[in-house]
């Protein structure tokens, strides 16, 4: 198996290298043009007032350099990883279930060309199937599949994770402070957390974490980078919690809290963390419109 591996391997660096992917690899994620994405945002101007081409990047999250994830085995549900390279379309099956069954084998697009990239995600059938893609070192865990199930963890209880926080919540903060932290950060004029459950995937298909940046090319340039940073502090913060993984409520106790604190209730931080629990939900009537930290 392993000697298949490196064949498959070196095919799949010699068709990179004949799509000449090295723009890929300094926007780390897909792009498309200011007409193609369908929002209706204008293009902008730099300083000296010339005109800027809008850009929108995409940036799945297993696609960053994470020193500080977890190489665990971890939770026996685990069943997604990622793999960089994966087989062409004509091996891949095969290559996938000489580990185990499979779910799904999702490859992400490639931005120069608009077709299917050499890189993406298996979804194995059983936890075991995928243990065995990472221990021949064909792939790693899904730091998407990881991250989603932290959030289930503290929000519903119906899912363990290999994290003990919920890493979805911070990495979009307080109300989204974090991530339009970041957007101000590169000079964006927006950046969207999307992924299963994580808002209106209308410009992806995909369902796994990943990022949307809509901004200048240099703006654009700058979002690895930062996106980096910030997983790496969650990283740390993550390595430092002690005790049980945390929980969270959502839902209903919204509202009484923001009725509450208008009032000056004292109970304003107890309210305000069990909010942070959870990703941002759009208000009622408020379709089409985009939230609060894709303003610029």
């Known amino acids: ?34 007409d193609d994405w369908g929002g209706g945002w204008s293009g902008g101007s730099n300083r000296r007032g010339e005109k800027q081409e809008i850009l929108t990047v995409t940036v799945h999250l297993d696609e960053l ?39 799904e084998i999702f490859r992400l697009t490639d931005p120069e060309t608009g077709k299917p990239a050499s890189k ?10 995928a243990a065995k893609c990472v221990e021949v070192g064909s792939g790693r865990w899904s730091e998407s599949e990881r991250w989603l ?24 903060g307080t109300r989204g402070d ?18 299963e459950g994580l808002g209106e995937n209308d410009f992806t298909e995909s369902k796994r974490v990943h990022f949307v ?9 700058r979002l690895n980078a930062a996106l ?7 990283y740390e913060e993550v ?12 839902g209903g106790r919204r509202g009484r809290s923001r009725s509450r604190n208008r009032d000056g209730g004292g109970r304003k931080g107890d309210d305000q963390g069990r909010r942070d629990d959870a990703a941002w939900q759009r208000p009622p009537g408020s379709e089409g419109m985009p939230p609060p930290w894709m303003y610029p």
Not at 149 to 163: E, I, L, W
Not at 178 to 194: C, P, S
Not at 213 to 221: H, L, M, T, V, Y
Not at 239 to 250: D, R
């Open 1 to 34: 198996r392993k000697g298949n591996w490196g064949r498959w391997r070196s095919r799949s660096r010699d068709r990179d290298r004949e799509r000449g992917r090295d723009g890929d690899k300094n926007w780390g994620g897909d792009w498309k043009k200011k």
């Open 65 to 103: 350099e994470m020193a500080g994830r977890s190489t665990a085995e971890g939770d026996a549900e685990d069943r997604e990883v990622w793999v960089d390279p994966l087989p062409d379309e004509d091996e891949v099956k095969e290559w996938a279930e000489s580990f185990g069954g499979v779910r």
């Open 120 to 129: 993406g995600f298996v979804l194995f059938a059983e936890h075991s199937a």
């Open 149 to 172: 199930s932290s959030q289930q963890q503290a929000r519903r209880g119906d899912r363990s994770s290999v994290y003990p926080l919920n890493l979805i919540r911070r990495i979009l």
């Open 178 to 195: 974090v991530i339009a932290g970041l957007r101000d950060e590169i000079g964006a004029k927006a950046v969207m957390l999307r992924g």
């Open 213 to 221: 940046c809509k901004g200048s090319a240099e703006a654009c340039g």
């Open 228 to 234: 980096e940073k910030a997983v790496d502090k969650i």
């Open 239 to 250: 390595k430092k919690h002690e005790g049980p993984p945390e929980k969270g409520s959502v």
